[in-house]
């Protein structure tokens, strides 16, 4: 038996000596025999207001002291970039901040357990030596549920090896304009894609069982953890791309393109949803009471509970927090059931109280919110398996998984050309050729090649993030050995014209960005990746490897291109582009996004009257393997 069950194991039996020396009636709330419901009813009996209340809040790591957690009774708690226990940390370091968190809410009069949430979205991306999958923008080309929902499974293993149980994934937005920084997590501009891509979540949380009700969360067991669709709803969809801007759209639009996904969630049994900082035809969605209550709740039967976006209440009111409490009563009433990170925690307990005191938010609402987060606490099995497991660590970045998203690397690329000449294709490539050249700034950079929300929130530059393998590594691990291998970042035509290059590997794209930050006008490729491409491309047989987190420009330089890939955001196995540009693989991935001529298009989805794409929606050359030895 581990130190976590012990420790489970013997609070159980204090708790139960404690009520036989009282006296005290039977907890049934303890007993993981009583059904849920009497569960559910037997705990809110026992709870005040200030218990309640501190259920329905989600502070940051960085503020849930020992007294904070004690004091205020605290439901959840987030872990951010600037959380982590120290830089590079094992996974028993985690383990141990969340048990000592965990460790003094099971204290609590109570003992009920907080729910700790993360950020991982591909891969475990918080944390050194995770896997990081591709993007979702790469993993919608795939078109393959099956593969999803193994990433989904591959990814709760290592997230639970960490001790949390909890992560803010998937994103099932639907992206309808490039422009939209966060872009890259959808998986599609199509709904039916992301619709078949919610496969993530059984991976996730497990298979519901077979008759589950409708809209009941579930999660299966110690090696899963509770999902959070999001963002809710329309945040793909906002003017001109903007982030958390205005999405303007009729009731049939919405139902059509934005919310089908979140049909599937739910009839998947996803224990959470996240609301979304966008707007719906001007109605903020956080105090959007007929989309959050009537809708999702309501009609839809979701049972689980629905979490704010970071500081999403205060932003209800320009400027942001101007007037909290009208905000969190606005919110509350919405039906946020939980507060995501309040910039004030003592104001959001103060304001809380008055506003239920003064029967502003009525009993009924706080009774709703809470019960539904228990509800989730118990489905998930937190009162029996509060603590993490150490006995999970060496699930970080095992071989097992890595292999995994390399599998999702190569199915993720898209062949958008292949040879200047009709019958006269550059790829595959040779592994025996004389020399090559690997160039541009994207070709030896993990931190780019990852994207956004690897290890930090905006992602990184270099190759100190992580634990991974770069393009630029993958190509001298996969030609043959008498193959020299020449890498420049940004050569000048003299070096490509002198060295009688049997051909040029050019990769370049976007650097790392995230939400807000990526937001993008232009979509151009980031400076001197253009100029790259024009010094290689105009003397030598090139191929053009794209790593970005969307389309961006690339109609100025197809033609000097003898061959172009999107590789999109592949994450750590750089081995996945290098199966498929040296034949040990075919090319199969089909666009999931269609690729513009020009940003003036925008936006611009497939079966739209306008519709004039560079590469539509759908389209990807293909290749058949090539034989070894050449």
């Known amino acids: 038996m581990g130190t976590a069950q012990s420790f489970t194991l013997a609070l159980l039996f204090m708790s139960s000596l404690a009520a036989a020396i009282d006296g005290a009636e039977y907890l049934k709330y303890r007993d993981p025999k009583q059904p849920l419901n009497v569960r559910l009813d037997d705990l809110l009996s026992r709870m005040t207001l200030a218990e309640k209340i501190g259920q329905m809040v989600q502070i940051e790591q960085t503020n849930a002291s020992s007294e904070v957690i004690k004091n205020n009774f605290i439901g959840s708690v987030l872990l951010e970039e600037y959380d982590v ?23 609590t009069r109570l003992g009920i357990p907080v729910m700790y949430g993360i950020d991982a979205i591909h891969g475990h991306n918080t944390v050194y030596n995770a896997t990081i999958f591709p993007h ?65 979540i059984p991976g996730l949380q497990g298979d519901i069982p077979q008759n589950s009700l409708k809209g009941v969360p579930f999660v299966a067991g110690q090696t899963k953890i509770a999902a959070c669709a999001k963002h809710y709803v329309g945040d793909g969809g906002t ?28 009839i ?86 008055e506003l239920v005191n003064a029967n502003i938010v009525p009993m009924s609402r706080i009774d709703d919110a809470v019960r539904r987060i228990l509800r989730v606490k118990f489905t998930m099995g937190l009162f029996e398996n509060p603590l993490g497991d150490y006995s999970l660590v060496n699930e970080i970045g095992k071989q097992e ?113 995230a939400e807000t930050r990526g937001d993008s006008f232009n979509l151009t490729i980031a400076d001197p990746g253009p100029l790259t491409i024009r010094n290689v491309c105009k003397h030598v047989k090139c191929t053009v490897v794209l790593i970005s987190g969307r389309p961006v420009v690339m109609e100025p330089y197809v033609e000097m291109i003898d061959a172009l890939v999107a590789a999109w955001l592949p994450g750590t196995e750089g081995r996945g582009m290098t199966d498929v540009l040296f034949g040990d693989y075919g090319f199969t991935g089909k666009l999931a996004r269609t690729w513009f001529k020009s940003v003036d298009q925008l936006p611009m989805n497939v079966g739209d009257g306008h519709y004039d794409p560079l590469y539509p929606f759908g389209f990807g050359l293909t290749t058949e393997p090539r034989k070894t030895g050449y």
């Open 268 to 353: 998947k049994g996803v224990s959470t949803v996240m609301v979304s900082y966008s707007s719906w035809n001007g109605v903020k969605m956080h105090a959007n009471h007929y989309l959050l209550t009537d809708f999702l709740k309501n009609k839809l039967h979701f049972r689980g509970f629905v979490i704010s976006d970071w500081r999403g209440i205060e932003k209800t009111t320009t400027p942001s927090g101007v007037n909290y409490t009208h905000s969190l009563q606005t919110g509350i009433l919405a039906g946020i059931d939980m507060v995501m990170s309040p910039q004030d925690i003592p104001q959001y307990f103060e304001s809380l109280t």
């Open 136 to 200: 979702n923008v790469g993993l919608g080309v795939t078109r393959d549920p099956g593969l999803v929902k193994k990433i989904g499974a591959a990814t709760a293993l290592e997230v639970r090896a960490t001790g949390i149980p909890y992560t803010f994934a998937p994103c099932i937005a639907v992206c309808r304009d490039p422009r939209w920084g966060r872009c890259y997590e959808s998986y599609s501009e199509d709904p039916r894609i992301v619709e078949a891509m919610t496969e993530i």
């Open 239 to 266: 003017h001109l791309g903007i982030n958390e801007n205005n999405t303007i759209a009729n009731f049939h639009e919405l139902l059509s393109i934005y919310m089908p996904p979140y049909y599937q969630a739910i």
């Open 401 to 513: 998984h890595r292999d995994l998203a390399r599998e999702a690397v190569r199915k993720s690329l898209v062949l958008l050309k292949n040879g200047k000449t009709a019958g006269e294709p550059l790829l595959p490539l040779s592994k025996k050729a004389k020399r090559i050249l690997v160039a541009g700034s994207n070709a030896d950079n993990l931190g780019y090649q990852c994207g956004g929300w690897t290890i930090k929130w905006q992602g990184g530059s270099g190759n100190n993030l992580t634990v991974g393998t770069t393009l630029l590594d993958a190509v001298k691990a996969t030609v043959d050995a008498d193959t020299e291998v020449v890498y420049s970042e940004n050569p000048n035509e003299h070096f490509v014209e002198i060295n009688e290059f049997s051909y040029a590997i050019v990769a370049v794209g976007e650097h790392s960005y």
């Open 85 to 107: 226990p120290f830089p590079q940390a094992p996974a028993s370091a985690w383990v141990d901040m969340v048990n000592k968190v965990q460790r003094e809410a099971l204290s």
